[in-house]
């Protein structure tokens, strides 16, 4: 599994993931005192590569987590937020 994420100056961060096999998925960002801001994605997932937007404008400035499950595992990300 890849992850990776990419912001852009329009505040919508890319979020990019790779699946080797199918598998179960849960793709949510997450505020530095660890509160679930959003669920991008979540459900049985086909091997391929995947890509996801979240659009920080509602979100003040900070430390955000992407986090990835995949089946068992479980990947971080971290992003910064800014105004």
């Not at 801001?37 to 391929?48: C, F, N």
Request: charged share 20%.
């Amino acid at each position: 599994v890849t992850l990776s994420v990419a912001p852009s100056p329009a505040r919508t961060t890319h979020v990019r993931f790779s699946l080797p096999k199918q598998a179960e998925v849960d793709l949510s960002i997450f505020d530095l005192s660890g509160r679930k801001i959003v669920t991008l994605a979540k459900g049985s997932m086909p091997a391929k590569a995947h890509e996801y937007q979240w659009d920080g404008a509602g979100a003040s400035a900070g430390v955000y987590f992407v986090r990835l499950r995949v089946d068992a595992e479980t990947y971080n990300l971290r992003v910064v937020s800014l105004k």
